[in-house]
């Protein structure tokens, strides 16, 4: 059953500034009887009565989402397609319909989590349209495949970061003087889980490092080291083993990218957008 909110947006012409789902299901008449209990009819104009003081924050909520999001993607400029909005509505039905028991209906499932296809369906187009909004910000040519040797502390205060400081120095020393990558990794590394592949860290984006491994990684090519690096009163020496990453390895990077800063670029539109919603105010 369509919720007043969402009747009422519809009827005010809202499709001008929001694109609401085409499938949204119209209530009933009001004298249509929803449901029996002991005899006992419910009416549609009973449920109807109920709706708005139930529902309707949720329901504003996830249309001001909408909003916001529209807006940031034109301002982007990204749009999402018919198609792309179908795809994803899919693939979350499908994860729906894998934790329903076996002979559940999807619709009645959704009923019971104040969820329907349509709500799906805006959530789909948020979700597209986010997840370009973010694409934008994935750089390949900002890929390196890092190899670290690393430097902890042994002891508490400045002099166990002394010491620390004091190891890597020497371990930069070696390589200068041509020492081999990998032997100096695995005499000097407190790193014990890259040691065994020569201190492979894998394909990183700069990008999203601390700021003063980011700048000393800045310009480096394949082969290139870095300095000794103080980060979190630790330290550590950088070489990028490769700046061109396969288009297999890109698009996996591009995934990893996008499922880690998802959350950021809405908590950026939330930041960005004017919102009021009036529904907490009272009269």
Not at 205 to 220: F, H, I, M, R, Y
Request: no cysteine.
């Amino acid at each position: 059953m369509t919720s007043l909110l969402i009747a009422a947006v519809i009827a005010q012409g809202a499709q001008a500034v929001l694109s609401l789902p085409k499938d949204l299901v119209k209530g009933p008449a009001d004298s249509t009887v929803v449901a029996v209990v002991n005899g006992k009819n419910i009416t549609a104009a009973q449920a109807q009565a109920v709706l708005w003081d139930w529902y309707a924050y949720d329901a504003t909520e996830d249309l001001i989402v909408a909003v916001m999001v529209d807006d940031a993607a034109k301002k982007a400029g990204v749009t999402a397609s018919p198609e792309e909005i179908a795809n994803r509505l899919t693939g979350l039905i499908d994860e729906a319909k894998k934790s329903l028991p076996p002979g559940s209906d999807l619709d009645s499932e959704l009923r019971k989590m104040a969820m329907s296809r349509s709500r799906l369906a805006l959530r789909s187009r948020i979700e597209v349209l986010v997840k370009k909004i973010a694409a934008l910000q994935f750089k390949p040519e900002d890929s390196r495949k890092l190899a670290w040797i690393y430097f902890a502390p042994r002891s508490a205060g400045e002099a166990g970061k002394a010491e620390a400081k004091s190891r890597a120095d020497t371990a930069t020393d070696r390589l200068k003087k041509g020492e081999e990558w990998g032997a100096v990794v695995q005499s000097a590394s407190d790193h014990q889980t890259s040691k065994p592949t020569g201190g492979l860290l894998g394909w990183i984006q700069v990008s999203e490092l601390p700021s003063e491994v980011k700048s000393s990684l800045t310009g480096l090519k394949q082969g290139g080291t870095t300095g000794v690096i103080e980060s979190s009163g630790t330290y550590a020496i950088y070489r990028v083993e490769s700046d061109t990453p396969p288009l297999a390895e890109l698009a996996r990077l591009k995934e990893q990218f996008l499922s880690r800063n998802l959350g950021k670029v809405y908590d950026q539109i939330r930041k960005e957008a004017k919102v009021e919603n009036r529904l907490g105010k009272k009269n």
